[in-house]
């Protein structure tokens, strides 16, 4: 609980393939003159989206490090390994989870009552959650100028050719995104 501890919540997505798992994206509880206040306090926390599973209540089977307060971020609907997501600066973060997949599926053996004694709950290493920096991000001249409030994954039959014509998809992967911001524009 120490990661979510006097913040809010911004977003929840169920990861779209394994049950019992589900990620939060928690941001600073302050109000914007606060923030402005004590913008270099903020730089030096990072911000974290937690990805819990229910057998395990008390400690994050992730953590997932972003540069800024994430207000929106999904799963990729056909590889949920990679997370996306926007966060108030205006950039868009993303991270590959794959090496933690096994970890993910196997929450259910791995959590505070599966065969685990009192003492081994109390263990460190137990306790300890694997920490993810960000693969990606997009550079401050290309991103929105306010937050990203919303992004969702293009559907895997369509994507959108450099010129900006959707196009057929014919990998049927969903591999782009489109992104919404205060600033008014979609991305």
Same mark, same amino acid.
């Given at each position: 609980?120490?990661?979510?501890?006097?913040?809010?919540?911004?977003?929840?997505?169920?990861?779209?393939?394994?049950?019992?798992?589900?990620?939060?994206?928690?941001?600073?509880?302050?109000?914007?003159?606060?923030?402005?206040?004590?913008?270099? #306090?903020?730089?030096?926390?990072?911000?974290?989206?937690?990805?819990?599973?229910?057998?395990?209540?008390?400690?994050?089977?992730?953590?997932?490090?972003?540069?800024?307060?994430?207000?929106?971020?999904?799963?990729? +609907?056909?590889? +949920?390994?990679?997370?996306?997501?926007?966060?108030?600066?205006?950039?868009?973060?993303?991270?590959?989870?794959?090496?933690?997949?096994?970890?993910? #599926?196997?929450?259910?053996?791995?959590?505070?009552?599966?065969?685990?004694? #009192?003492?081994?709950?109390?263990?460190?290493?137990?306790?300890?959650?694997?920490?993810?920096?960000?693969?990606?991000?997009?550079?401050?001249?290309?991103?929105?100028?306010?937050?990203?409030?919303?992004?969702?994954?293009?559907?895997?039959?369509?994507?959108?050719?450099?010129?900006?014509?959707?196009?057929?998809?014919?990998?049927?992967?969903?591999?782009?995104?489109?992104?919404?911001?205060?600033?008014?524009?979609?991305?």
């Amino acid at each position: 609980l120490e990661f979510s501890k006097n913040k809010s919540i911004a977003q929840i997505d169920w990861h779209p393939s394994i049950k019992g798992i589900v990620a939060v994206a928690y941001t600073e509880k302050l109000k914007y003159d606060d923030r402005v206040d004590l913008s270099s #306090r903020i730089l030096m926390t990072p911000s974290l989206i937690l990805i819990w599973g229910f057998s395990d209540p008390i400690h994050p089977q992730l953590v997932l490090e972003a540069p800024e307060d994430i207000y929106s971020f999904k799963f990729n +609907p056909t590889d +949920p390994n990679i997370i996306a997501a926007g966060c108030i600066n205006g950039q868009v973060v993303m991270w590959d989870i794959s090496q933690y997949e096994a970890r993910l #599926r196997n929450h259910k053996n791995t959590g505070a009552r599966a065969n685990k004694t #009192r003492s081994d709950m109390f263990d460190v290493e137990y306790q300890r959650s694997p920490v993810v920096h960000y693969a990606a991000v997009s550079s401050i001249e290309s991103s929105h100028k306010m937050a990203v409030m919303d992004l969702i994954w293009l559907p895997d039959t369509v994507e959108v050719a450099r010129m900006g014509v959707p196009v057929e998809n014919k990998a049927q992967a969903c591999c782009q995104l489109v992104t919404v911001g205060i600033d008014g524009n979609v991305m």
